[in-house]
């Protein structure tokens, strides 16, 4: 069944209106989530969206909350969430971000107590719109195993890189964990195994079966050591530059709430567009269309759903429609 | 065969005299490839210099050249690196992101036409050391193979992450490829297979093969899909900000020179030490000690070597005491 993305977004406003938001913020969490859903995000479109109202319900997301700034040095702020909806901070952290950035090149900005972005894309292609490179990042509960470990210890720590580009941004917007648990969800709903292992299950071992990985919460690391690295790093830059809670605080605290991102924009030096373009066709060059940069699908998808409405879940459709 | 640090060092800036290096300028790069070897990486030490100081005989990097900046906004700076030596400039480019940071908060340099970093770990310990979180990223010559191809399109494009810690700085230092060529090197010389897959054989299939992979030169990144979008974004990201040369034309030109890079120093919010004590301690705990954090083993190498010497391969010693 296919949904038209106005009577989604339109839908998703009048629930989030039920449970005590305001006029325009509904508007704005309502067009993120149709958004992700347009763009074949489905884990953090619809699919997510029962579970970000039980979190309004239970008091994790506060609907009118605003965040607020605590420190800044010209290029570079840290802001404190108060539990507002993490798409609102997320948004009004890079539209922060470009600012500082249209000031001063560069603009950083860290928020901790907020809450789940939903899909970090989201703020990639806020800033390539707005004519920025992007860079963001998030922590998130323990569900990555480190490197020589055999215990959820790490968060899946996404990150997001993003370029503005005439002919559709590029926009890389990836887990820390080779699958993210909402794919893994994906395969196991198709009851599919994972193409390369990704995590482990209950006894340790590497595994390529998404339940056993899910049951576990022992997710594989891109890269094995390295992605076990990369994802500390993501979580100390945050505690380091936010003050905000840790992975080893939200895992403790058992729901993720109140988590800490960052907000990187940059200005690109105009007149290297042709550069971009250069390295966009050497990477595909000999691989005909099999070769495609980040981004390039969400895009295809994005046009795809305009056009033909974008495919629902029929039941969690029909739980939306009764909410 | 174990040799002292202090020796290394004389030695190497003996030879960089001899080359035609100004002795400011052959102390810095002899103490930084020194440092490399008495940390461990080998690969980028002693093992690297010989091929380094031909690339200064082939006219590749130039002695005395002097970086310049091109463009400034505040925070944000561009370089132009007249392919003077890859250290040198990178030292530079650190020291000049931390001036901004301390001035604005973050500070981001990037150049253009400068040479092989030789290990970029060591601009991540230089921020640490000045107390900065520190960022960097370079291009490379084309060896890691993209998702869904079967010839090397993209850079093994390395990012380094540092964060200050008075216990010992945190420092992740990774190749975007699965092992980075010098690991590969290592492998091949022991005439050990890889643990992982490591890249492709010339044939196209997965292989844990080193020879076979060096041969071919289409290295795995790390993660599949992952980490060909994430070299991809840093060789887009490091074009966008300075103009430089991508990967493309690094390797049409046949020769790693002129390559472009990224350096970001930023101010951490003080009074979060404890929290990034608290990461360490959760991502260790329950697994002994064979959890250990980015860095940890770079410590403990340099202090043993610095009390014991650093251990060389003996050809390549004796190479270097005969230039």
Redesign the interface.
């Known amino acids: 069944m296919n949904v038209d993305f106005l009577i989604l977004r339109e839908e998703f406003r009048r629930v989030l209106l039920k449970i005590g938001f305001e006029e325009a913020r509904a508007e704005l969490c309502a067009r993120i989530f149709a958004e992700n859903s347009r763009d074949g995000v489905h884990t953090h479109g619809l699919n997510r969206f029962p579970s970000f109202v039980r979190a309004v319900q239970d008091g994790l997301v506060i609907p009118s909350a605003e965040p607020e700034r605590l420190?800044a040095?010209?290029?570079?702020?840290?802001w404190e969430g108060n539990l507002a909806p993490g798409i609102y901070n997320a948004i009004r952290c890079m539209d922060r971000a470009i600012e500082l950035?249209g000031?001063?090149?560069?603009?950083?900005v860290s928020i901790r107590n907020t809450n789940h972005w939903m899909r970090g894309g989201t703020y990639g292609w806020q800033a390539a719109e707005a004519g920025y490179?992007g860079i963001c990042f998030t922590n998130t509960i323990?569900n990555v195993t480190?490197?020589?470990?055999?215990?959820p210890?790490?968060g899946n720590n996404p990150m997001v890189?993003a370029?503005p580009r005439a002919e559709g941004h590029?926009v890389?917007d990836?887990a820390i964990s080779?699958y993210s648990f909402g794919k893994m969800q994906e395969y196991k709903f198709r009851n599919e195994a994972l193409p390369?292992a990704g995590g482990y299950d209950a006894e340790g071992n590497l595994s390529q079966d998404p339940g056993k990985i899910i049951a576990s919460q022992r997710a594989l690391?891109?890269?094995?050591w390295?992605?076990s690295?990369?994802s500390?790093?993501i979580?100390?830059?945050l505690?380091?530059?936010?003050?905000g809670r840790?992975?080893?605080?939200i895992?403790k605290g058992g729901a993720e709430s109140g988590v800490s991102q960052c907000f990187?924009a940059?200005?690109?030096?105009s007149?290297?567009e042709a550069?971009?373009e250069?390295?966009v066709?050497?990477?595909?060059?000999?691989?005909q269309d099999?070769?495609?940069?980040?981004g390039e699908s969400t895009l295809a998808k994005r046009n795809t759903h305009l056009k033909e409405g974008i495919p629902v879940n029929e039941k969690i459709w029909n739980d939306v429609l009764n909410m």
Not at 73 to 78: F, G, Q, R, Y
Not at 146 to 151: I, L, V
Not at 290 to 294: D, E, F, T
Request: glycine fraction near 12%.
């Open positions: 420190t040095m010209a290029a570079l702020e840290s950035a000031e001063y090149g560069i603009g950083c490179l323990a480190p490197w020589g470990g055999s215990e210890r790490l890189i370029v590029i890389l990836m080779q390369f690391p891109i890269g094995y390295k992605g690295g990369l500390m790093l979580d100390i830059l505690t380091s530059l936010s003050g840790t992975t080893a605080d895992t990187i940059i200005k690109p030096e007149g290297n550069l971009i250069q390295i066709e050497f990477t595909k060059s000999g691989h099999a070769v495609r940069y980040p």
